[in-house]
């Protein structure tokens, strides 16, 4: 027979209470442990999934960014007019028109009578029906030989004759050939191979690459006294823009720098992206107005006031209108008031008055305030760990509200750095078809004509001839009433 096992005594069962409760926290801590990085990891996805649906409309990345995927269409900010789409009625529109003085004037008359098959040559005129062709002719180069003649004196010295602009060479290329390939180059963005293939098949003039690839170097060294011009002008201006944008140089990330108004621009390329770049180049140091910019703090220490690009920051209230995780109702306010104070400047401007109402000013004002402040509270911070877009984002809107609001009380302050993009994208339609520069001098070269390109087009001021009056001799500057 088999004995029975004796019942634990008290102590065994408290000892085995005990390990089962040390069991059970072990078992509740790595509970808790497992939450929390679950919650961790929530964020982290989510975030990434911010990342991956972020785009131009709702971020500051440029629209190349996005790529060949289709995309959802973008959501206007912009109310409905009311109009119908197409001409509005009443406007001429635009189509091709015939001239008064043709170059040439080619009659036809009628052989024979359409009816009867008679001959109309003692037949009386009644009119004619006009039909104009507008063509290119045949494009070849005009080849001027200068023949210097010399002249024996009865002292027996000889002398030659002289002639202004003497080519330096017994062949050279003139003045319109050059302005062609600066033109080609640096405002139509063609590569030097290409470009050198379309010299040949438009005007019949075939050039070497290495041509092509001098003309950019005489171009910067004769638009020398134009860039201190621009760079004297930019400080004095009552309001400018200013962005910066990454560029490939030497294999490396490079920055290029722009500086404009409506009426100049002004590119620097530098190797950093902040201050010291911003120093180095010289135009920023001296401002002394309104500088519109997005919201890279270098920017803050120029000029006497600082404004900053309103359609930058509504792209981020769009973000967070997307966002469910949290009451997006604060951002649809803070672009509702961004919009609204917009049109309303819009609408003062058009009307001749030179500043918003009081009440109506005050208004925008309080509202502004009100949904940064309901931002902050609807993205509350727990005091460890980074602080979440929404929360920074209502934070900066509440943090540099005079810089946002700039637009609703200074008529001559725009609502956006508009400017400053729309001359900084063709300088990346050149880095796109290009890739990149071999060499800095090179990306010098180049941004100093398209500088010079942009800011004639302006003036009203065809580049060719702006172009063909630079390898002339005659550079063009800016007029005194700039």
Not at 46 to 55: Q, S
């Amino acid at each position: 027979m088999t004995s029975e096992q004796p019942p634990p005594s008290y102590n065994e069962l408290a000892g085995l209470i005990v390990e089962l409760r040390l069991v059970a926290a072990a078992q509740a801590a790595t509970i808790e442990r497992r939450e929390a990085r679950i919650v961790e990891q929530d964020a982290e996805i989510a975030e990434l999934k911010r990342r991956l649906a972020a785009d131009w409309r709702n971020s500051s990345k440029p629209p190349s960014s996005d790529g060949l995927d289709k995309r959802p269409a973008p959501k206007s900010l912009r109310k409905a007019s009311g109009r119908r789409p197409g001409r509005a009625k009443g406007d001429p529109g635009g189509r091709l028109e015939q001239v008064t003085d043709p170059d040439v004037i080619v009659d036809h008359h009628p052989a024979a009578c359409g009816s009867c098959g008679g001959g109309l040559s003692d037949a009386s005129g009644s009119g004619f029906r006009a039909r104009q062709v507008f063509d290119l002719p045949e494009i070849r180069p005009q080849v001027t030989e200068h023949r210097l003649h010399r002249a024996v004196c009865g002292c027996g010295y000889t002398t030659t004759a002289t002639a202004p602009d003497l080519p330096t060479a017994a062949a050279v290329y003139g003045p319109g050939v050059r302005a062609a390939i600066a033109c080609l180059s640096a405002y139509q963005h063609l590569p030097a191979q290409r470009l050198a293939e379309a010299m040949d098949c438009l005007f019949s003039l075939p050039v070497s690459t290495g041509t092509v690839l001098s003309v950019p170097a005489r171009a910067h060294d004769g638009l020398g006294s134009f860039e201190a011009q621009v760079k004297d002008h930019l400080a004095t201006v009552p309001v400018a823009h200013a962005d910066e944008s990454g560029v490939r140089v030497a294999g490396k990330l490079h920055w290029l720098h722009v500086m404009c108004t409506h009426l100049v621009t002004f590119y620097g390329i530098h190797h950093q992206r902040g201050r010291a770049a911003m120093d180095d180049l010289g135009v920023l140091p001296g401002f002394t107005g309104t500088l519109v910019t997005d919201a890279l703090a270098p920017y803050t220490v120029y000029g006497d006031a600082q404004a900053l690009c309103g359609a930058h920051v509504l792209r981020e209230p769009i973000a967070v209108t997307e966002d469910t995780r949290h009451d997006p109702a604060w951002a649809q306010a803070m672009i509702d008031v961004l919009v609204e104070a917009k049109d309303a400047v819009a609408d003062a401007v058009a009307t001749g008055h030179d500043a918003l109402d009081a009440e109506t000013s005050a208004g925008f004002q309080d509202r502004y305030r009100q949904a940064a402040l309901c931002g902050i509270a609807a993205n509350p911070y727990a005091g460890t760990g980074p602080r979440s877009k929404a929360r920074a984002l209502a934070m900066r809107l509440r943090d540099r509200t005079t810089m946002y609001q700039r637009y609703m009380v200074g008529f001559s302050v725009p609502f956006d750095n508009n400017q400053a993009e729309r001359d900084l994208r063709m300088i990346k339609v050149q880095q796109k078809v290009s890739g990149a520069w071999r060499t800095l001098t090179g990306a010098r070269r180049f941004a100093r004509i398209r500088a010079h390109i942009s800011t004639v087009r302006t003036h009203g001021i065809s580049p060719l001839t702006a172009l063909r009056d630079l390898f002339a001799g005659r550079p063009w500057m800016l007029p005194a009433t700039s």
